[in-house]
């Protein structure tokens, strides 16, 4: 069957501008989760989405970066007033539920000129 | 709160060898274990996974990895390492009832001819 998908795979945008990245989860997982791996790091826990319930924002780096997942399928994460320290891939996770395993897509590649 | 070191940043070994990647967190509760693997300009995928019950797991290409709870540890082995091995591995951790998961560093194991 058909994995998580992402969307666009490579963005480049100048800083100041927003950017809006895409993630459709495996059909039937309510937890959906956004990673943010900056180069030679491991992998920071941005957001969490499960079910119909509010969402843990706790891993959000700052008021900049926002996220929304309509119908409890497809999630947008959105990144205004972009800096050059928001450079990195996005990855975006989703599970059956939150205990267990997740699966990812292959990211969104994000470089601030 | 619970961390994950992953002991080694690069692991470079010769075909057919055998390879140990190591694992240790902190963590006072109970927890589940991950393994992943990210091929390059991929997302990751899940090798294996610690849940309950036996402490040795195997997973996919031919790993397994054993966890033990008095050294907080959740090594990652394969006897025989192939070229196709070459990528970067994540040891990642899941508090019961918390909804993030924490990602070690990444070990890259090189694996050459």
């Known amino acids: 069957g058909a994995g998580v998908s992402q969307s666009p795979s490579n963005k480049v945008t100048e800083k100041g501008k927003d950017v809006e990245l895409r993630c459709d989860p495996i059909s039937g997982h309510t937890a959906l989760y956004w990673y943010r791996q900056s180069l030679g790091q491991g992998l920071e826990f941005l957001i969490y989405?499960?079910?119909?319930?509010?969402?843990?924002k706790s891993g959000l780096p700052s008021d900049r970066f926002s996220a929304e997942r309509t119908g409890g399928s497809v999630s947008t994460l959105t990144i205004q007033r972009t800096q050059q320290e928001d450079s990195a891939v996005y990855l975006c996770?989703?599970?059956?539920?939150?205990?267990?395993?997740?699966?990812f897509g292959d990211g969104t590649r994000l470089s601030i000129l | 709160a619970q961390s994950v070191t992953q002991l080694d940043s690069q692991v470079p070994v010769f075909e057919e060898a055998p390879v140990e990647l190591r694992c240790n967190y902190s963590?006072?509760?109970?927890?589940?274990l991950f393994w992943y693997v990210q091929y390059p300009n991929q997302g990751l995928q899940l090798l294996l996974k610690y849940l309950s019950g036996s402490t040795l797991v195997k997973g996919i290409n031919g790993f397994e990895a054993e966890f033990n709870k008095s050294q907080t540890s959740f090594h990652l082995r394969k006897p025989s390492v192939h070229i196709s091995d070459t990528a970067e591995y994540f040891c990642a951790v899941k508090v019961l009832g918390d909804n993030d998961m924490r990602f070690g560093a990444g070990t890259r194991l090189t694996v050459k001819p």
């Open positions: 989405f499960q079910g119909n319930s509010a969402p843990d």
């Open positions: 996770a989703s599970s059956f539920n939150s205990d267990q395993p997740q699966h």
């Open positions: 963590s006072s509760v109970s927890v589940y």
